[in-house]
């Protein structure tokens, strides 16, 4: 099966595994969803993640979700740039999510990082998602 948004895959796996309260999810693998997910572990929104031979030996990653008190570490999960509308902002122009509270996921020249630590090097890019 062709997927035409892999990280808008991923996010759904993640929202859909969270709201059936599931421990962990699979996803298939690749270097983009590899720079999401270490994004979310770093601003600690997922437990982690781990690389495993999937189906027919295509590597997946396993993601450890989170919660707290029985509810999701996640509230909103929200897919901003897709394959039909890419949405670029300068650093000037990133979002702030929920006032500073949620965190941004920005595909830059530098690499995939949070809308902070984009606004700290002084770069824009791509917003692939929005986390809160």
Known sequence: MAIN???GDMLTRIRNGQLRGRP?????????????????EAEGYIRGY????GKGGHPEFEISLKY???????????RISKPGRRVYSGVRD??????GLGVAIVS???GV???EQARQSHIGGEVLCTVF
């Open 5 to 7: 948004d892999p990280v």
């Open 24 to 40: 962990c999810v699979r996803t298939p693998a690749s270097k983009l969803r590899r720079w999401v997910l270490d994004v979310l």
């Open 50 to 53: 781990e690389a495993v031979d």
């Open 68 to 78: 707290f008190e029985g509810a999701p570490a996640i509230r909103e999960l929200k």
């Open 94 to 99: 990133l979002p702030f999510v929920r006032q």
């Open 108 to 110: 830059t020249p530098r």
């Open 113 to 115: 990082m949070s809308d």
